[in-house]
């Protein structure tokens, strides 16, 4: 007869299990991955969140679609609408939030393998992620090409015209110049694929944070680790199970044995659960006060 499917399920983790992992040093390879939902506490409307998020709110732009924004070939036609949208985002008024803090202390403690964000306003850096460890999957503004020639143009430069509400073009060509976040349909940085084949094999702990992770390939980066790495999800709702599905080994051996723990929450308050079960609480306060 058919060897029965022998399925062999791991307990699924807990947020307290996964900082006994950290606090045990199995885990000194941390990859934390971050989106949109880390950055909500800013006052930096994240895009899905029914009601509150940034598609909802583009009303104002009147866009054919809610992503248009960062569509390439609707920029092409009409540049003003994310212009517009820019000068809301740019970075300089806003200040990270505690949960960001997690990823400098973890750097400190040598711990973090890299983090991956989705995220474009740059408030990793600001609170004092070196960018030898951040890998910014969608860009930044931190410079800005003509779409035309793929001239660089100075960064200030672009920077004024958009707080002016003024298009830039180039100076050149008389192009469009764009900040050099990912648009849609567009390659993601080339750091990206270059730090993600490397990273992902070596990672032995998965800390995934404010993200609906609906947004290809990042959110692809889930099953990239090994079956045995936790990962945890710190996250208002669950997210990336329609991924999991990708664990499923199809032969005799039925079995899933992805180690994942879920918090569902706010970042701020799971991350602040994390730490302190680390015992880094004040260590973590003391870096977001002096921030
Ligand atoms: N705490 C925890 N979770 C939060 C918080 C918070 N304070 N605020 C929002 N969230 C959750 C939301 O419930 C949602 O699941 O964060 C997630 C944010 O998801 P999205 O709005 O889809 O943002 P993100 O996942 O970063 O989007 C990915 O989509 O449009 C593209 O390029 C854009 O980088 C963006 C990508």
């Known amino acids: 007869a058919e060897p029965e499917a022998r399925i062999k399920i791991l307990k699924d983790d807990t ?11 199995k885990a000194k390879k941390i990859i934390v991955m971050t989106g949109a939902g880390i950055s909500t506490a800013a006052g930096i409307k994240d895009f899905r969140s029914p009601g509150t998020g940034l598609y909802d709110d583009l009303g104002k732009y009147n866009l054919p679609f809610p992503e248009a924004v960062f569509d390439l ?26 949960t960001h803090y997690l990823l400098p202390l973890l ?15 740059s408030l990793e850096k600001m609170a004092g992620l070196p960018e030898d460890l951040l890998v910014e999957a969608h860009g930044s503004f931190a410079t800005s090409k003509c779409i035309q020639c793929s001239i660089v143009s100075d960064s200030e430069w672009v920077k004024e015209h958009i707080m002016d509400s003024n298009i830039p073009y180039c100076k050149r060509c008389d192009g469009l110049v764009k900040p050099e976040i990912t648009f849609f349909g ?90 302190s079960l680390c015992g880094w609480e004040d260590e973590l306060q003391v870096m977001y006060e002096a921030g």
């Open 15 to 25: 947020i307290e299990s996964i900082a006994e992992c950290i606090n045990q040093g």
């Open 107 to 121: 750097a400190k403690k040598g711990l973090l393998l890299r983090s991956y964000t989705q995220n474009i306003d």
């Open 186 to 275: 567009e390659d993601l940085p080339s750091r990206f694929r270059d730090m993600a084949q490397i990273d992902f094999v070596d990672c032995d702990l998965l800390i995934v944070l404010g993200t609906s992770l609906k947004v290809e390939p990042f959110n692809k980066l889930i099953t990239q680790v090994s079956p045995r790495c936790p990962r945890l999800l710190i996250n208002r709702e669950k997210a990336g199970q329609e991924l999991h599905s990708g664990f499923d080994f199809d032969d005799k051996w039925k079995y899933t044995v992805q180690r994942d723990a879920w918090f569902l929450g706010d970042c701020d308050v799971g991350v602040k659960k994390l730490v």
């Open 73 to 98: 070939a609707f920029f092409k036609e009409t540049p003003s609408p994310f212009y517009r949208l820019a000068k809301e985002l740019f970075p300089g008024k806003y200040r990270p939030t505690l």
